[in-house]
T-cell receptor, first 113, second 119 residues
């Protein structure tokens, strides 16, 4: 069975600082995809970034980047220059062949002005 | 980008009545849609996978007779909560993947969610 673990229920960061959210997963598959979703207070789920497991290069999207360690089954999200609008729940998600996404339990991030 | 519209955003109903929630893919065709339930400060719990033109696949522990799912077209799936009770009060979110992309790396596109309160 696939599992996704986010060990940090809550985190906070000062505005303009950098924060890293951790995510580990367990799978026996070799080809899969990983995603980070953001859920602000509006509760709309927003895709932040995605990573293909077969790519060694870490994905980046503006201020968001990942540290993908396939051997360690780790997929952390780094947010640089944190902004107030980054305050949200962040969910790590995993999918391999098929349709089912597996979500982590979430990390609540608060950006402090 | 792909847009999923969910309606209504919130609904209050009396115990024993039924409530229908609609999920539409606005600019893409979705052969598969997903229905999630989310409790406060918790993760998304997959309830069922809705397949166009066929029966939905329910997750273990989800009552199929209580949560009726219909996916009659490539752009519309509905979730009907039948004989609602206060314990059904929750946040329900639908999502879909762009069936045209043809690859399992397609991200999920989410509706805005429906807050259901059963009194």
């Amino acid at each position: 069975a696939q599992t996704v673990t986010q060990s940090q229920p809550e985190m906070s960061v000062q505005e303009a600082e950098t924060v890293t959210l951790s995510c580990t997963y367990d799978t026996s598959e070799n080809n899969y995809y990983l995603f980070w979703y953001k859920q602000p207070p509006s509760r709309q789920m927003i895709l932040v970034i995605r990573q293909e497991a077969y790519k060694q290069q870490n994905a980046t999207e503006n201020r968001f980047s990942v540290n993908f360690q396939k051997a360690a089954k780790s997929f952390s999200l780094k947010i640089s220059d944190s902004q107030l609008g980054d305050t949200a729940m962040y969910f790590c998600a995993f999918i391999h062949t098929g349709n089912q996404f597996y979500f982590g339990t979430g990390t609540s991030l608060t950006v402090i002005p | 980008g792909a847009v999923v519209s969910q309606h209504p955003s919130w609904v209050i109903c009396k115990s024993g009545t039924s409530v229908k929630i609609e999920c539409r893919s606005l600019d893409f065709q979705a052969t598969t849609m997903f229905w999630y339930r989310q409790f406060p400060k918790q993760s998304l719990m997959l309830m069922a996978t809705s397949n166009e033109g066929s029966k939905a696949t329910y997750e273990q522990g989800v009552e199929k007779d209580k949560f009726l799912i219909n996916h009659a077209s490539l752009t519309l799936s509905t979730l009907t909560v039948t004989s609602a009770h206060p314990e059904d009060s929750s946040f329900y979110i639908c999502s879909a993947r762009d069936g045209g992309s043809g690859s399992y790396n397609s991200p999920l596109h989410f509706g805005n969610g429906t807050r259901l309160t059963v009194t």
